[in-house]
């Protein structure tokens, strides 16, 4: 609508010129059409050549341009009531467990659950988040069964939920991307997807796995990739993680801290390039952008899977984890900043560069204010510090990472689908307008930060069954640290 406002005008505008032109001239359209069949009748060959010209320069670029990529609907797993645990229930859980003969010495058990408890009261997490049945039961139940009835559970009731909102037939769907860092079984969730919904047997699916918490992007991404190449079709993004295998019973401490975070969820995504889906869809994609640091030992090695001295599998975080996530988020911030900010920052960008390279090399580097960039920010629910942390290097306000921290509190660390949670809060505050632009952001190990870049279409409402919609009126809550 914006849109159309500015071209109008400027159809009056020249309009009002050229009649204001022709007034003072004393041209009347006798002469404008008198002086072009002049012109035509001379100039025919001319013409001709430049008319074709013109027309095979825009076939081509037609044929050769982008396909702009629409975000249609997305859905969020929302699990059922019975799985909510208090942080109190869990560690009452752990506890028990141990209790039951799966660890060591009691003095060990006690130390290592009271050091779970001190990272949940300063992590961000509410007491209403979710963890399968499998670790709920006793003995736990960790075997491939329970691991795959809770992927199924999950990537189901986000699909059933997506295709009931859009109207979208299963046959439609030409194109399938899922990401799940950790559990990958054979057949691979992609197939389990395709065997469950029928989807076609010519349909282009792929299978992420080992990618973090910032998988969710890499998915839009190679989506966004196969939508350019494939013409008039729908693309199903699936994000998730498997909590159910990945519970940690060593007593390494680096490897402690994940049982603290990580919680059920996951998301599915709707994507399409078909022209005439716009008029319906939520958003359109404008950038993504991926940065991989793998190459350095350290960005490599800072959170990796891998046994602890008693052959027990969990994932250790390492020291240098703060310092490697910083630096790559500021390579992925030098690469994003051109192609969103406004001129002004990005002069200011490029002065302070000059200045520190050439004359003042102590100068600090010059942070944009991406706040003239972006009206949304979802940052990935990784924890409290990495929300923290982006905040004030940033310089946002509360309220621009108030949709990370509520999803934190109220979903855990949902991994890499935590920024759709993030997204559907926002929507479901009534805030996204239209022309609103939103950073998606998430940081995983190997070690990558990937970004996307959305636009609003129209004035967003909720989807039906939003995870937010029997929680909305408490929401945004005060967080004691």
Known sequence: MKNLKIVILKIFFISSMAALAMKRYEINLDDLQNFFLHQIQNNLQTISLLSFLVGFVWILYMLTRPKPVYLVDFSCYLPPSHLKVSIQTLMGHARRAREAGMCWKNKENDYLVDFQAKILERSGLGQETYIPEGLQCFPLQQGLGASRKETEEVIFGALDNLFHNTGVEPDDIGILVVNSSTFNPTPSLASMIVNKYKLRDNIKSLNLGGMGCSAGVIAVDAAKGLLQVHRNTYAIVVSTENITQNLYLGKNKSMLVTNCLFRLGGGAVLLSNRSRDRARAKYQLLHTVRIHTGSDDRSFECATQEEDEDGIIGVTLTKNLPMVAARTLKINIATLGPLVLPLKEKLAFFITFVKKKYFKPELKNYTPDFRLAFEHFCIHAGGRAL??????????????????????????????SSIWYELAYTEAKGRMKEGDRIWQIALGSGFKCNSSVWVALRDVKPSANSPWEDCMDRYPVEIDI
């Open 387 to 416: 929300i923290d942390e982006l905040e004030k290097n940033l310089k946002l306000s509360p309220l621009h990472v108030e949709a990370s921290r509520m999803t934190l509190h109220r979903f855990g660390n949902t991994s890499s």
